[in-house]
């Protein structure tokens, strides 16, 4: 057995959350491998919505595991109240043994919220537009070593390391200027070490491939997109965490050759939030058109996310980082009134077309070449079987498919469970 992969081929919010929840009933294990509450993934069913920052979107299916790997950061406050929000709704994972947490996930401390914060405001116009989850700190105290991981709760100093740790931040921060009060939010976080001390702790490594082993099915979700990866996205102006399927490896603790497919989700158009270059931005009405339509505003911030068409060679380049093996497009609902629709075939960088992601993306801003393709012109959002299709949108999804060079397997009508189509 291997674990299926499904990631954002874009700049993130493509729609993951609502497909992990349509393809759970196929798998045994749904397995988060990386980020933190900065993601916000939105799932609709029975006229309810549920939008989840740290839990696995496979927590609405009775029969399935869900499991928080080695490789996410965690708030313990967010994760708390994910789930008394769950409980408020009926849903009570823990109650029903359906969440585990890896012992090695990072945990976030408020005074990483505090320096995500400090830092940004520092960097004035060149800002990243974090979420200021304290995600880039937590991972930069990982990697430096210096980290608390959520198996360190149970242990008789814990309080001791919390204190040693806060010192250094708080430390680092007075450099930056006057430390807020946050007195109430540390309360608030140790009550919360507390209750996810009930929330059984597991070795995700282990929990994985003995699943495997067992012949059990395994689903790796990703968060946030393949262009705000640590490596490959458009650095700076990225996340701090491997979004692409090697993260699926590093942050459960699974083999390469234990990677099965990897399904790659993109919208039919393109969005992004936060800072950074972004070659098919429509800043202009048309824009604002797919920002309404799309209902374009952060599932965790709230903010506005820039709109855009949708982008090839981006996608190719995601595809070829993450060895995509299906395609799901998603949103096609949302092109539904317009007459034409156009796709980012190329750039124009010095006169020179080019097809592909230059290094010096952010300072050169290259120019989009864009293809003109027909609009379908029709109300999607009933839709259920492929035959229904028209004709202009599945002329769209050929036109992708052989510009992409692997196969839609399925395509989002709408934001609900049902609103899903297999074309393949
Ligand atoms: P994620 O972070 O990748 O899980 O995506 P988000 O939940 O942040 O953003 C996707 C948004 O689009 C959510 O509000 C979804 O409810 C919504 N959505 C998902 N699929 C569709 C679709 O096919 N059509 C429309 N109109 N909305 C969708
Ligand atoms: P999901 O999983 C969209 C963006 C932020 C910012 C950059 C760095 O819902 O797709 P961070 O808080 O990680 O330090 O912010 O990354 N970002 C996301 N954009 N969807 C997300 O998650 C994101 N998570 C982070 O807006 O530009
Ligand atoms: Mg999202």
Redesign the pocket.
């Known amino acids: 057995m291997q674990v299926d992969v499904l990631l954002?081929l874009q700049w993130?919010?493509?729609?993951?959350?609502?497909i992990v929840d349509v393809l759970c009933p196929q798998y045994d294990l749904i397995a988060r491998f990386q980020g933190g509450p900065n993601?916000?993934?939105?799932l609709?069913f029975d006229n309810k919505?549920f939008?989840l920052n740290t839990i696995p979107?496979g927590i609405f299916h009775t029969k399935t595991l869900n499991l928080i790997g080695n490789g996410v950061v965690i708030d313990p406050i967010i994760l708390k109240r994910e789930l008394d929000n769950l409980k408020a709704a009926g849903f009570d994972p823990v109650g029903a043994g359906k969440l585990v947490l890896a012992r090695k996930a990072h945990l976030i401390l408020p005074t990483h919220q505090l320096l995500d914060a400090a830092s940004e405001s520092k960097m004035g116009d060149g800002k990243i537009g974090s979420t200021l989850k304290g995600i880039g700190p937590t991972y930069m105290d990982k990697t430096g070593r210096n980290g608390l991981r959520v198996g360190d709760t149970t242990l008789p100093d814990f309080k001791e390391r919390y204190e040693k740790l806060k010192e250094k931040h708080l430390n680092i921060l007075s450099h930056y200027g006057e430390v807020p009060d946050f007195k109430e939010r540390e309360e608030a976080f140790l009550a919360a070490i507390e209750f996810i001390k009930s929330i059984p702790h597991v070795d995700s490594e282990h929990l994985v491939n003995q699943y495997l082993k067992e012949g059990k099915k395994v689903l790796a979700e990703g968060?946030q997109g393949t262009l705000l990866d640590i490596d490959f996205g458009s650095y700076p102006f990225v996340t701090s965490s491997n979004t692409t399927t090697a993260g699926a490896c590093t942050g459960l603790g699974i083999a390469p050759n234990k990677i099965g497919g990897v399904l790659g989700?993109f919208k039919a158009y393109c969005t992004r939030v936060g800072g950074g270059p972004f070659p098919t931005e429509l800043d202009n009405e048309v824009g604002e058109k797919l920002r309404q339509l799309?209902?374009e505003f952060?599932?965790t911030t709230g903010r506005a996310r820039r709109t855009g068409w949708i982008d090839i060679p981006a996608l190719k380049y995601a595809i070829m980082l993450n060895g995509v093996t299906e395609l799901v497009m998603?949103?096609?609902?949302?092109l539904d009134t317009f007459e034409t629709i156009y796709a980012c075939t190329h750039y124009k960088h010095d006169g020179e077309v080019i097809d592909y992601m230059p290094y010096d993306i952010n300072s050169i801003k290259p120019e989009p070449i864009l293809e003109e393709i027909e609009g379908w012109n029709q109300d999607l959002t009933g839709i259920r079987t492929k035959e229904e299709i028209p004709t202009a949108l599945a002329n769209y999804i050929a036109y992708l498919e052989k510009a992409l060079e692997v196969p839609i397997k399925y395509l989002?009508?709408?934001?609900d469970r049902t609103?899903t189509i297999i074309l393949k």
Do not use: F, N, R
């Open positions: 954002g993130g919010d493509e729609g993951k959350g609502k993601a916000g993934h939105t609709e919505k939008v979107s968060a989700i799309g209902h952060g599932a998603m949103k096609a609902d949302v989002s009508v709408g934001p609103q």
